[in-house]
């Protein structure tokens, strides 16, 4: 099966708004200090992305929109190699259940996040077709 390339317009827009978001997450991540260690930033910065990209999901159809914001801007923001990095610091820092707690609180609440923006979005697109 032969593989094809996305088009250079798709590829501009993912570029863009990946651009936009690793930005904004470097300033979040460079102004927000750890608190007892624990990497709030970049947390907050997944949460933050899990629900926005599912109030996108819900209320947003076009393709070249959400390869803007969600697959380059929320793409960007949202970092799971910074997660994962932080989450083995702590554990080289001998902080086993900090760790966990900073798991569950990424993986979990990124997941509840993802579900209260879809239903932000789902609630969005019902009242603007009223």
Same mark, same amino acid.
């Given at each position: 099966?032969? %593989?094809?390339?996305?088009?250079?317009?798709?590829?501009?827009?993912?570029? !863009?708004?990946? !651009?936009?978001? %690793?930005?904004?997450?470097?300033?979040?991540?460079?102004?927000?200090?750890?608190?007892?260690?624990?990497?709030?930033?970049?947390?907050?910065?997944?949460?933050?992305?899990?629900?926005?990209?599912?109030?996108?999901?819900? %209320?947003?159809?076009?393709?070249?929109?959400?390869?803007?914001?969600?697959?380059?801007?929320?793409?960007?923001?949202?970092?799971?190699?910074?997660?994962?990095?932080?989450?083995?610091?702590?554990?080289?820092?001998?902080?086993?259940?900090?760790?966990?707690?900073?798991?569950?609180? %990424?993986?979990?609440?990124?997941?509840?996040?993802?579900?209260?923006?879809? !239903?932000?979005?789902? !609630?969005?697109?019902?009242?603007?077709?009223?």
């Amino acid at each position: 099966m032969a %593989t094809t390339w996305p088009r250079p317009d798709a590829v501009a827009l993912v570029a !863009a708004g990946g !651009a936009v978001g %690793t930005l904004v997450r470097y300033g979040v991540a460079a102004s927000v200090d750890p608190v007892d260690g624990l990497p709030v930033g970049i947390l907050g910065v997944n949460l933050l992305g899990a629900f926005l990209l599912g109030v996108l999901t819900a %209320t947003v159809a076009s393709s070249r929109t959400r390869l803007l914001l969600g697959t380059g801007l929320m793409g960007g923001f949202t970092t799971y190699s910074a997660f994962a990095l932080d989450t083995q610091g702590l554990l080289a820092d001998g902080r086993p259940a900090d760790a966990l707690v900073y798991l569950l609180a %990424t993986v979990a609440g990124g997941f509840a996040a993802s579900v209260g923006g879809l !239903a932000v979005g789902r !609630a969005l697109r019902v009242r603007g077709a009223r």
